[in-house]
Structures are given as C-alpha cells and as structure tokens.
C-alpha cells in the first residue's frame, strides 16, 4: 500500500510536509532537529527536496529521508531530480537511495541550472522526469510527480501541462504533488480538467505561506503562479511590517488548507520548508 491508500483507508485526508536539507556546517544536526519537531506533528509523510543546480546534495536527501523513517517513525518522500544527471548518474542515485532504505520517490525534472551553477551545461541524458520514472519502478520505489495547477512555467497552456502530466503517470507515477498556488479556484479548475484527461491517481494539494514580499516574489517568477488581490492587499497592508505580514501568510495559507479540506481533495501538502511553526498552525487549522 503507498501513503494515499493507507491514509484514504483510515478515512483521512493525507497531510504531508517539506522540508529541505540545510546548508553549510552541521547540515544532518540541524536537519535532526528539523525532522523531529515536523515529525512531532504526525503528518502522513513527510517529503525531503534535493537541489538540482547544486549536485551534491542528494546524499543528504537520501539520509534526511532514512533518518525520519527510522528514527521518527515517518513515512518519507525523497525528492530526485534528473536534469543533470546521466543514465550512470542516475543509476549511482538510485544505489544511494536503496542503499538508504528509501521506498518513495518524487521523480522530478529539477530546476534548470543557472550560468553560475558548477553544473550549468554539464552533460545531461534526460529532459523530462516521465523518462526517470520507468527506472525508478523497475528499482521497486513507489514513484509520485509534480503537478501544477495553473500550467507549468515553461509550458504554453494548462492543457498541454496536462497532457505532459498524463505521460508520467504512463510512466507509472502513483502520486502527484501540486506545486503551490495561492488561488484555491485555480486548483479546482485543474483538478476537474486533470479528471477529464484521465489522471486518476491522487493529487496532493500543495500550500506555501508566505513570509516576505522579497520571498513571494521571487516563488511566483520562478513558478508563474499568479498572487491574487488579497495576497497583494495584505502585502501592501504590511509593508512596513514584516512579522505581521509573516503571521498574515500563515493565516492564508491555514484559510486555503481548511476550504481544500472541505473540497475533499486528495491530500494536502504543506510546504513548511523547516519552520515547525508553520507545521504546527497547519495542523491546528486542519483539526489534527
Ligand atoms: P517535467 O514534468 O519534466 O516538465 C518540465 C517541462 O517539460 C514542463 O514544461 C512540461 O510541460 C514539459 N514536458 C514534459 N514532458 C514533455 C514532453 N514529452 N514533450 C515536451 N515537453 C514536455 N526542484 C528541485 O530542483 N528540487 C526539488 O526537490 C524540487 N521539488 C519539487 C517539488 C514539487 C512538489 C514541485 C511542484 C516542484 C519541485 N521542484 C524541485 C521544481 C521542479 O524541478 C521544477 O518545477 C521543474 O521546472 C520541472 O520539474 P518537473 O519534474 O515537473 O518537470
């Protein structure tokens, strides 16, 4: 059984966090106190990113995710991106990731590199994380995705996003994630058109609070969701506020979590990056 079936069994909807492997010194101790406190929430799972345009971090993705399974008892998602990896490259990975007792996998593309990234134009063997997912199965992983609710960036139109979506679960992707999105219509816009084109494994709803104009600005570039109204009046209301705009994001996002809930989509996915305050007002929204 994967994570989606075990929870719908027990009639929940599945609630799962993010988090991403700290940088610098002392990487897996602060990861240790970030994966207990997210981990004291009881959340479904909880899934662990790898950066694309840094390489090397995919060893700490890999024993993020091992270490929240045995240590804490959470069941957890090992992001792996593919953009600059050959077919060797990706067969190393999933050594490291077996090695590592990792079961879920969310196969990705990843962010292309930028020019000052040590692996900008480094020798690539995949284009789109569909063509990973075969090898990712035939190792014995469950395998999830990434969806986007208002289209890819790169991608012309929702329908086309769609169709591209259509292919990894082809592929044999079990479970989506949906990238975050601060509009909950536009998400129940993809859902039915998704629905329609027969994707018909589940997707988890992905929420970001916002914590700073700087940190929104930036998310909405580099993923082409859109901010409506309200998003820009709180982040007018408080511009000279800054924890106050921090404590409105959280609110947001904890408002988008209870209306998603009472949609009864599939899952929830909330992007706590590794701030347990945002864990901690996310399950007390949801009732849990
Ligand atoms: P793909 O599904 O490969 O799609 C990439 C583009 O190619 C899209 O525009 C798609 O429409 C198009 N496409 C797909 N198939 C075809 C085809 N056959 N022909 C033509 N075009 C096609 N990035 C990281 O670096 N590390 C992370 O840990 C990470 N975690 C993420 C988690 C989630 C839940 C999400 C939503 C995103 C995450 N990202 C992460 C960002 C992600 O890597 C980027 O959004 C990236 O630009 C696309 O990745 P993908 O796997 O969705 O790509």
Redesign the pocket.
């Known amino acids: 059984d994967d994570i989606f079936t075990k929870a719908h069994a027990a009639g929940k909807i599945p609630v799962s966090f993010?988090m991403?492997p700290p940088k610098g010194e002392l990487t897996l101790d602060k990861a240790h106190d970030a994966a207990k406190k997210l981990s004291a929430y009881g959340p479904d799972f909880i899934?662990?990113?790898?950066?694309?345009?840094g390489g090397g971090n995919f060893t700490q993705?890999a024993a993020i995710a091992s270490m929240l399974e045995s240590e804490f008892n959470v069941s957890s998602v090992a992001?792996l991106?593919c953009?600059s990896l050959t077919q060797e490259g990706l067969k190393e990975r999933i050594a490291q990731y077996k090695a590592a007792g990792v079961e879920n996998v969310?196969?990705?593309?990843?962010?292309?590199p930028t020019k000052d990234s040590p692996l900008y134009g480094a020798p690539s063997d995949f284009?789109?994380?569909?063509?990973i997912i075969p090898a990712l199965i035939e190792a014995g992983f469950c395998v999830g995705?990434?969806?986007?609710p208002e289209?890819?960036?790169?991608?012309e139109s929702l329908e086309?996003?769609i169709e591209?979506?259509k292919?990894?679960q082809d592929a044999g992707a079990s479970f989506f994630?949906?990238?975050?999105f601060f509009d909950n219509e536009y998400c129940y816009r993809f859902l039915d058109l998704a629905e329609k084109s027969g994707i018909t494994v589940p997707i988890t709803c992905?929420i970001m609070p916002f914590v700073s104009k700087q940190q929104i600005t930036r998310m909405v570039l580099m993923?082409g969701a859109s901010l409506p109204s309200p998003v820009i009046k709180l982040l007018a209301k408080y511009d000279d506020d800054p924890a106050s705009l921090a404590q409105a994001g959280i609110d947001y996002a904890c408002r988008q979590l209870q209306d998603l809930k009472e949609h009864g989509v599939d899952g929830l996915?909330v992007y706590t990056m590794n701030r347990p305050s945002v864990a901690s007002a996310a399950m007390q929204a949801l009732g849990r």
Do not use: N, P
């Open positions: 993010e991403f899934s662990v990113t790898c950066s694309a345009g993705t992001h991106t953009i969310l196969a990705l593309r990843g962010d292309r284009s789109f994380a569909a063509q995705g990434a969806a986007y289209g890819h960036i790169e991608c086309t996003s591209h979506l292919l990894k994630v949906t990238q975050l992905g993923c996915h």
